[in-house]
């Protein structure tokens, strides 16, 4: 199983696109994997036979684990896939007298499995454990539902997994929460469901379990809520001159067979402008990270999509150097694949900040929670004709847009964020200056 990001221990399997018996060769795939943000196809760097599938379809394995073996020519055996595996060791030569029988190569650390066709890795560093731990009762539970568990007072030891053998997992450990069962950490409604059930006695209604997206977005809300100081800036962006140059702008598009080469929507111009103004506002352009604070030379974008279920924040990368056109089409392409649930991981991980667009549903304002580790978050409203008081007391109608700027106060301090907010509203209003 491979690593799939930092704060992901576990994978899903939901299909094999290989059975045991098949030939194989390097980037065939042979599994798709499921996480709480994505879903990605997984090749093979082998060439050989598919010997052994040992993590069937619709069961978790950890990162690291031997999820199915592969034989070599000689009858030698790969676990497979070997993607970027956290430590390595010379595997064992193939038995000469006995060329095909199979035996998995042998990780650098194990620790007792919980069937014996169930290895995986152990792998320690400095600070982090990522082996599975045995609990008193006999039951395995991996690193992240051992973090959870301590985190919201869930008892393990009374818990009965989901995972292969029974292994308790992250999603375990979220259903627990959402039931109520923490003894120590209150759920975000401050009510067990059992407490909620009881006022809507009589009432016709329907339970929706939690998946792993949704708890997963559940308990980063609350974490961020409970642990970044928010303060929100809020400013009226003048759209006439912007409107009016994407309109000449789409109107002017290329044909690109039977389409347009591009098709700019607000969106893209917010994306630019609010990267042009972290580069003009460059300490604005960091993240908090514990115990210092990162500043980035490139503005890396965020921007929020809804897919069935929660919502997935794509990154445009550099986007400050990128034309409109480009970033159009990027997140055009972005977008479709996050509701597909392809992404892959670099896709969607960092950024310095991001934008949350309503406007579409006719949201005139609202104000965004920060994504950690993020020091910002961009809240855009729809775009609304109003009136406004000229000078000489006339009064004439204009476009304008509300935006919401919500900041992490221990990177962005108030003066900076008006400043940051000052920027991206003169470049807004003068689109031109996104254009040289």
């Known amino acids: 199983m491979p690593q799939l990001g930092e704060t992901v221990a576990e994978g899903k399997i939901t299909k094999w696109f290989k059975s045991a018996g098949d ?15 994505v879903s990605m196809e997984v090749p093979s760097i082998t060439a050989g036979t598919l010997a052994e ?7 978790t394995a950890l990162v690291g684990a031997v999820v199915a073996l592969i034989a070599t020519e000689g009858g030698a ?4 896939p070997a993607a970027a595996p956290a430590a390595k060791a010379p595997p064992p030569a193939a038995p000469k007298a006995q060329p095909t ?4 190569v042998p990780p650098p650390r194990t620790i ?19 082996g599975p731990a045995r609990l008193a009762s006999g039951s395995f539970v991996t690193p992240l539902a051992r973090r959870l568990a301590g985190e919201n007072g869930i008892d393990l030891s009374r818990m009965s997994g989901s995972g292969p053998h029974g292994r308790i997992v992250a999603a375990d450990v979220d259903a627990a929460i959402a039931k109520g069962g923490g003894r120590s950490v209150p759920m975000a409604s401050g009510a067990s469901a059992a407490q909620v059930k009881t006022l809507y006695q009589g009432v016709d209604f329907e339970e929706v379990p939690l998946d792993g997206m949704r708890a997963t977005i559940a308990r980063r809300l609350v974490e961020a809520k409970q642990t970044i100081p928010h303060f929100y800036l809020v400013a009226d962006v003048t759209m006439d001159a912007l409107l009016k140059i994407r309109e000449e702008a789409n109107a002017g598009a290329p044909a690109k067979g039977d389409a347009v080469a591009y098709k700019l929507s607000v969106n893209d111009f917010v994306i630019k402008a609010l990267a042009l103004a972290l580069q003009r506002v460059p300490s604005a352009n960091a993240v908090w990270a514990g115990d210092r604070i990162l500043c980035f030379r490139n503005s890396d974008i965020g921007v929020a999509v809804a897919i069935d279920g929660g919502l997935l924040t794509p990154v445009i990368r550099n986007a400050e150097i990128k034309s409109l056109s480009a970033i159009s089409n990027e997140m055009r392409d972005l977008a479709a694949r996050a509701k597909d649930k392809k992404l892959k991981l670099a896709e969607y991980q960092g950024g310095a ?23 910002t978050i961009l809240a855009v409203g729809a775009s609304q004709r109003r009136p406004i008081e000229g000078e000489d007391g006339s009064v004439s109608f204009v476009s304008q847009m509300t935006v919401t700027l919500s900041c ?10 008006a400043e940051l907010l000052a920027v991206f509203k003169a470049l807004i209003e003068s689109p031109v200056r996104m254009l040289v």
């Open 408 to 417: 992490d106060h221990r990177v962005v301090d108030g003066a900076l964020g």
């Open 112 to 130: 007792q499995s919980s069937g014996p066709l169930d290895p995986f890795f152990e792998v320690r560093t400095p600070d982090r454990n990522y």
């Open 77 to 80: 055996v790969a676990s497979a």
């Open 23 to 37: 030939a194989v060769k390097p980037g065939d795939n042979l599994f798709e994997i499921e996480t709480d943000k």
């Open 53 to 59: 599938i040992k993590v069937q379809a619709g069961e």
């Open 101 to 104: 029988t199979f035996a998995a």
């Open 353 to 375: 900040s991001a934008i949350s667009n309503l406007g579409m549903y006719g949201v005139r304002e609202f104000s965004a929670i920060i994504n950690p580790p993020h020091a």
